[in-house]
């Protein structure tokens, strides 16, 4: 019965972890957006990323790089807020 106990224990702080890293990869996302990518891509210079069907690692290679009119952040962000906006983009 005490290992059940301290396995649900466990269950139950690792889901807590991932639902803290979560909410914190959403804010920093969020902020990301809006102080960066809002500016085109909702007065419409950009596509609506609203309904993008592009996957994670297709949205991390053309923020980071660019192309098609949009410009490279590879210089301007780091790994940890391209994945960040891009978890945003997704969510």
């Known amino acids: 019965m005490r290992k059940i ?3 649900l224990v466990l ?3 690792i889901s807590c972890s991932d639902q803290n890293s979560s909410s914190k990869k959403i804010s ?3 902020e990301v957006y809006n102080n960066i990518c809002s500016s085109c891509h ?3 210079m950009g596509p609506d990323l ?4 592009l996957k994670f690692s297709e949205i991390v ?3 980071t790089y660019g192309g098609e009119g949009m410009p490279s952040f590879k210089d301007t ?4 807020e391209i994945d ?5 983009i997704l969510k």
Do not use: H, M, Q
């Open 50 to 53: 609203d309904s993008t069907t």
């Open 77 to 80: 962000l780091t790994e940890n």
């Open 61 to 63: 290679y053309k923020i």
């Open 11 to 13: 269950v139950f702080l």
């Open 42 to 44: 909702d007065k419409g």
């Open 84 to 88: 960040a906006v891009t978890y945003y």
């Open 28 to 30: 920093l996302g969020s």
């Open 5 to 7: 106990l301290e396995i």
